[in-house]
């Protein structure tokens, strides 16, 4: 297990197999959205996984649209101020063999059902995957609670599957 994602697994902010799973993603390739406000610690947890993808990939820090054209496996997508943020996410989405990590906040919405839906009726492909990492604070705890894999079926359906944590 990643060093980065051990810290998480020692806090209780993730469980083991929740590390697992999002070394797994990001080994195969796939965009991760950390999902949640900013006091359940998703800006945090969205350097650790951008950490994790930049040590494994060529990546571009994202500053504005114009980043997206230069050419990487990862897109690394802070919460930009003052940008389409959601068509910087749509064009990094579209890229050809080329993933995202990025953050879905209150103050930065957009719907990946719509950018997923868009995507494939402008590029075709169905092999993308996105992983969602809901963070929520109970008792004034952060937590990664829920791990959604969003993907595409064979007729070009929109497939989410849910993994809620649980707790004991």
């Not at 965009?31 to 800006?43: D, E, K, Q, T, Y």
């Not at 930065?108 to 963070?135: A, N, Q, R």
Request: proline share 3%; aromatic share 8%; charged share 30%.
């Amino acid at each position: 297990m990643h060093a980065m994602l051990k810290k998480n697994v020692d806090t209780g902010f993730i469980t083991e197999d929740q590390a697992n799973y999002i070394e797994e993603a990001i080994k195969n390739g796939e965009s991760l959205i950390i999902s949640g406000h900013r006091s359940a610690g998703v800006r945090v947890f969205m350097a650790t996984c951008m950490a994790i993808a930049k040590g494994q990939y060529d990546t571009v820090q994202v500053k504005n649209e114009e980043s997206v054209d230069k050419d990487a496996k990862y897109y690394l997508i802070p919460g930009l101020e003052g940008v389409d943020f959601e068509g910087i996410i749509q064009k990094a989405f579209n890229k050809e063999n080329a993933s995202f990590v990025t953050l879905k906040e209150p103050e930065h919405p957009y719907s990946i059902m719509k950018i997923m839906k868009k995507g494939l009726k402008e590029t075709g492909d169905k092999s993308k995957v996105v992983t969602l990492l809901e963070c929520r604070k109970i008792d004034d705890v952060p937590y990664l609670i829920n791990v959604n894999r969003v993907s595409y079926n064979d007729a070009g359906k929109i497939v989410k599957e849910e993994t809620p944590r649980e707790f004991n």
